[in-house]
């Protein structure tokens, strides 16, 4: 499962969006990857003290042999600042790995091809309006939600989503990714509840540094 | 390896009867479905001291299990095969 995808995710819908951020509180999703393969995918706030905010989420396949990973990534607020967000932590693990992992700084920043994570870095609401196609009202598994749709387009990607405020904290109802180039990049992403009450898995007080049975996990370099 | 995969089919199955029983869904005040966790973590909701002295994982879940595995092993069986294949054509 591509850590990429979701860093999109978590960035564009946090830094839209100025919410209160109740620990425990996000959104469950379903994740169709190349029309076959489905993904439980849930994303919830681990944790919300003054300026820091951590975000949790879980993904689960379908396919009975792959293991369920939960990554969880810190963000420090910087209200008023240029950039509203920045991640400055990040943890995975997964149920063939005992304790978390703390991902490298050089492997949440890596450059890929496609849409990545610096193309939803805005800081000015006339940028995000750039990508606005209209407000619709959609219907998903979670209900009938009225959005704002947008769509981002790079390197024979095409990325269509759907944003709702009244979703919070996570506020993403529905997200199309075509690709004519890479397979990998064809998925679809929606709505399927809110959720709340939920406890974290990872501590990271608790985490390690990167094994080599991490970093393949996650087809990193272990420098 | 075969030991860590067995453990982790029989986790997977296990978080899914437990949360099947767990988690009921509503609706909110605006017509769409929440679901409270209650304090329960999304996943494997305990750890793995707990799961290997549960006595509840029936035999019909370990012969699930040990079927899912020889599925697995005959996936990488005929993927090496290939691999060797394509090797040797080399």
């Keep these: ?223 | 390896m075969k030991k860590i995969l067995f453990a982790f089919i029989l986790l997977t199955i296990f978080n899914n009867k437990i949360h099947a029983k767990d988690e009921e869904q509503n609706k909110n005040n605006n017509g769409l479905k929440t679901k409270d966790y209650s304090g329960k973590e999304i996943g494997n909701p305990t750890d793995s001291n707990a799961i290997s002295n549960d006595q509840s994982v029936d035999q019909k879940t370990i012969d699930e299990a040990m079927k899912q595995l020889k599925i697995y092993q005959e996936r990488r069986q005929q993927e090496q095969k290939i691999i060797e294949e394509i090797n040797n054509e080399d």
Excluded at chain 1, 62 to 88: A, R
Aim: cysteine-free.
């Design chain 1, 1 to 223: 499962m591509k850590t990429s995808i979701i860093f999109i995710l978590l960035y564009y819908s946090l830094s839209t969006y100025a919410n209160d951020y109740t620990v425990g509180s996000g959104s469950e999703y379903k994740m169709v990857l190349n029309k076959s393969n489905t993904v439980h995918l849930a994303i919830y706030v681990s944790q919300s003290i003054f300026e820091k905010l951590g975000v949790e989420m879980y993904m689960k396949s379908n396919d009975m042999l792959s293991p369920e990973m939960w990554q969880q990534f810190i963000f420090k607020m910087d209200v008023g600042g240029n950039f509203p967000l920045k991640i400055t932590e990040a943890y995975f693990q997964t149920s063939t790995l005992k304790i978390a992992e703390r991902i490298p700084y050089e492997a949440m920043i890596r450059k890929q091809d496609g849409i990545t994570l610096d193309n939803f870095f805005f800081t000015k609401q006339k940028e995000i309006d750039k990508d606005k196609i209209k407000d619709e009202t959609i219907e998903v598994a979670a209900g009938q939600i009225k959005t704002t749709h947008y769509r981002k387009k790079r390197d024979g990607q095409t990325i269509d989503f759907w944003i709702a405020e009244s979703i919070k904290p996570i506020s993403l109802v529905k997200l199309v990714s075509t690709s004519s180039k890479k397979d990998e990049n064809n998925y679809t992403i929606e709505l399927t509840t809110l959720i709340s009450g939920v406890r974290p898995h990872i501590n990271p007080d608790k985490s390690a540094p990167l094994s080599k049975e991490g970093a393949d996990i996650l087809s990193i370099k272990k420098h």
